[in-house]
């Protein structure tokens, strides 16, 4: 089933201003949240559809990105998991992610039916770990037919002796008692306006709820230590120079078990030696000599999957381009491939000698050496007086 559109499942228009955008999405998120549509699986999944648009429509780069290439620009391209471009979010993504944009209309924005975000209506933070940003050169070999890349990242993970609990082994999480176990305080200060009550996080136990009663010796209780990970990436094919691509959960680990951020990925296309990209199409610039062009001759020229022989026709004129079908590039999560364009260049001689400038000379006299323009080349002149004036 085809996804719709994104500015339609927010109601806003494609020149929406971010403002317009937020206040379009809290509006959907109020109207299809699961605490006011409880057991209403058609809510829930209008409920994450306006998630999933406002997380692309709220980026600058995954919007340009979305309104160049639509949902194809924006796919899971790493597969599995969840976060990609904005696809397959789940319900502790978007409140972790968003749960501000609700305010205090469901409890400052927690949802107990979902996972372990809390443990009870304006209830316990759930930790979660910062992104990491990387670079992957690829070449357009690799552009042509996908990669699979490993990378070593630097990167905090859970603590192995503590499993990432912060706890030392047998160790007991107790009540905080600030707030009693609810993650936030709540604050009256009377002004001259009246009395004003705010919410916070608790500062005695950073809004989880619980604290520690004894430590783990290797990661001071953050359940979270520096360490490598080695990372498998699946690049697809058809990515551009200044892409980016998520991988969800493979960025830092979280205190104490929380949802780990995502992996960066920044794409730079390394140039070809020969070929030089242009969308989905690749460019050649071939230079024969002029006996070639008058003559007629076959070349080679190369293409990402070796070389290919082409047939230059007899009396072929400089700027003359000759189309190789399908030798170009993909375009990403689609079908079928550009060209390789080869634009044939004539290569004039700069050194002669006597006798070859004496040959040319009697080939000048020649009526068959004189310039024809044809009616297209004066079409042409035509046109680039428009482009100039």
């Not at 806003?12 to 206040?23: G, H, L, Q, T």
């Not at 933070?125 to 070449?139: E, F, H, P």
């Not at 008692?177 to 993650?183: M, R």
């Not at 689609?334 to 050194?351: A, C, E, F, H, M």
Request: hydrophobic residues 30%; aromatic residues 8%.
């Amino acid at each position: 089933m085809a996804k719709r559109d994104y500015y339609e499942i927010l109601g806003v228009s494609r020149d929406a201003k971010p403002e317009e955008i937020k206040k379009a999405y809290r509006k959907k998120a109020l109207q299809y949240h699961p605490d006011k549509n409880p057991d209403d699986k058609e809510a829930e999944a209008k409920f994450k559809e306006a998630a999933e648009a406002y997380e692309v429509l709220r980026d600058p780069q995954k919007k340009a990105r979305y309104d160049q290439y639509g949902h194809a620009g924006v796919g899971n391209n790493f597969g599995g998991g969840t976060g990609g471009f904005g696809g397959g979010m789940s319900m502790e993504d978007i409140f972790s992610q968003f749960g501000d944009i609700f305010g205090e209309a469901f409890g400052g924005g927690g949802f107990s039916g979902f996972g372990s975000r809390t443990s009870q209506r304006g209830g316990r933070r759930t930790n979660k770990g910062s992104n990491l940003r990387i670079k992957v050169k690829l070449s357009l070999e690799d552009v042509l037919k996908g990669a699979e890349k490993k990378v070593k990242v630097n990167k905090y993970v859970p603590c192995n002796p503590c499993s990432g609990t912060g706890a030392k082994d047998g160790s007991a999480f107790s009540t905080c008692s600030t707030c009693n176990g609810a993650g936030r305080v709540t604050r009256v200060t009377n002004t001259f306006l009246g009395q004003m009550q705010t919410t916070t996080s608790c500062p005695s136990c950073g809004g989880e709820g619980q604290t520690i009663q004894d430590k783990c010796s290797s990661c001071y209780g953050n359940g979270i230590v520096k360490d490598q990970e080695l990372i498998s990436l699946n690049i697809p094919a058809g990515v551009e120079d200044g892409m980016q691509l998520s991988l969800s959960g493979k960025g830092n680990a979280a205190p104490r078990g929380g949802i780990p951020g995502d992996l960066i990925v920044m794409v730079e296309v390394i140039p070809h030696s020969h070929l030089i990209r242009d969308g989905q199409n690749l460019l050649y610039d071939h230079h024969i000599s002029f006996p070639q062009a008058a003559l007629g001759t076959s070349i080679e020229v190369p293409t990402l999957e070796g070389r290919a022989r082409i047939k230059i026709e007899p009396g072929t004129q400089p700027g003359k381009v000759l189309r190789l079908k399908n030798k170009g590039l993909p375009a990403i999560n689609s079908y079928g491939r550009g060209d390789l364009l080869v634009n044939i260049n004539i290569w004039t001689p700069q050194k002669l000698t006597a006798e070859e400038k004496e040959e040319l000379k009697k080939l000048d006299d020649s009526p068959n050496f004189k310039p024809n323009p044809k009616k297209s080349d004066k079409n042409f002149f035509e046109k680039m007086k428009d482009v100039f004036n």
